[in-house]
């Protein structure tokens, strides 16, 4: 019954702990997504942004090389030759001049035959470069761009190549006078940057920007496992004190169904009882008027006592009684009871230690039911010692409360008895009714205490009472 309620009270968090973890690696997958999209749109526009920028650069040259350059040396020399040092130092001058301050890593000049006329890389001029679609486009008056991406498996996988360049293939074309570049194709300008750094940066912010949600992410789980956690222990704690208190339910049902059944077996057992024990006495008293003595009268009269006794353990334990509450204080309680058992500590030659605290505050209680609680746990001290067995009794205060320790040297109890030692009725003594720690506990907690059996190590029990201290 325990276990099912613990359980139907488990499945409800549990089902919100699952959203809970589900719904944050489901933002964190979509983050770390929807930082890849972004990356890549703007990877996307540096890379129009960078085509539109090499377009303009090369219309730009256009404009300068055809005024500059090819006007002047036709009307000087007749006909362009760049293999003539004077042309192509003009040549040089004219590029390198236009595009000064401009981010542009190699140009190549081609001619209608594929033939590099002009290169930054002078090794280059001469040569026929086969460059694909990017001159054939360029040749039919269109101006194309690609990206050239270079680096290890593991640089282009991750996105951050060790070499991003743009390629811009695009038309060296005659310009008529007052009017846009719109002549006929002399050959095809090649422009090739290096936008490296641009997208090196892109990479670093992509980093910067799956570290901050990682860390957001990560100090969200962290607080989530601390509530999940605190919740959890919420429920546990929740449920421990719905076991005690189902526990105290049904102990009081038995205690209920034990005092019905006592009240009535109590009435009538007492009355015949009384009659034996008065019987036994008178005569007891005749038989010793005319001389006649016997043994049977005394068991008669032990037996019917001891008889009361257990039929009083009975009420006590199923009928506890509310305690009368008077100023009293723990040390005179506890002396009274060591003397009370003083003959029984002479004969069996125990040692009774006391150690109380400074300034124990006094408290308001039943002194006589404080009284048979300790006289019991003292009793069975005795009874789980060999003769010479030492009692420690500590008593201090805590704040509050009350701290009362009894401990003995005894044989102690055994690990599945511990268990049991608060069911009704359990005993392992030969004699024993089992009730006398069930009416302890019941007079402890009568009090607003607590009380805790445990063994003590190497041997012995303890006995732990914590009452708490009121004022008067």
Known sequence: ????????????????????????????????????????????????????????????????????????????????????????????QVVRTTLHSFNVEMVNIYDMDNIISYSFDQTRIGT??????????????????QL?????????????????????????????????????????????????ADYKKIFKLQVMVTITCCFVMGTLFVVLIFVVRHGENIIKNRNQEQLKLEEKLRRSEHLSAIGEMTAGVSHEIRNPLGIIKSSAELLKKQMTKIGSSTTIVNIIIEESLRLNNIIKDFLDYARPRNPDLRSCSIEEIIDRNIVSLGPFIQEKNFEIEKRFGQDIPGIMADAPMLYQAFLNILLNSFQAMEPGGRIIISAFADNRDILILFEDDGRGIGHEELKKIWNPFFTTKDMGTGLGLGIVKNIVESHGGEIEISNREPKGVQVEIVLPAKED
């Open 1 to 92: 019954m325990a276990v099912e309620t613990d359980m139907k009270e488990q499945r409800p968090f549990r089902l919100v702990k699952y959203f809970t973890f589900t719904s944050l690696a489901v933002m964190f997958a979509a983050t770390i997504i929807i930082t890849a999209v972004n990356t890549h749109w703007v990877k996307t526009i540096l890379q129009q942004k960078s085509e539109e920028y090499a377009h303009l650069l090369v219309e730009n040259l256009n404009h300068q090389v055809f005024l500059q350059f090819i006007i002047p040396v036709v009307l000087k020399y007749g006909q362009i030759k760049l293999r003539e040092e004077a042309q192509f130092k003009r040549m040089d």
């Open 128 to 145: 026929k470069d086969v460059v694909g679609s990017g001159y054939a486009n360029a040749v039919k008056n269109r101006s194309t761009s």
């Open 148 to 196: 050239l991406r270079t680096g290890s498996a593991l640089e282009l996988l991750l996105g951050v190549p060790d070499e991003t360049k743009i390629i811009t293939f695009a038309p060296l074309r005659a310009e008529k006078p007052l009017s846009s570049i719109s002549g006929p194709v002399l050959g095809v300008v090649e422009i090739v940057q290096d936008v490296s």
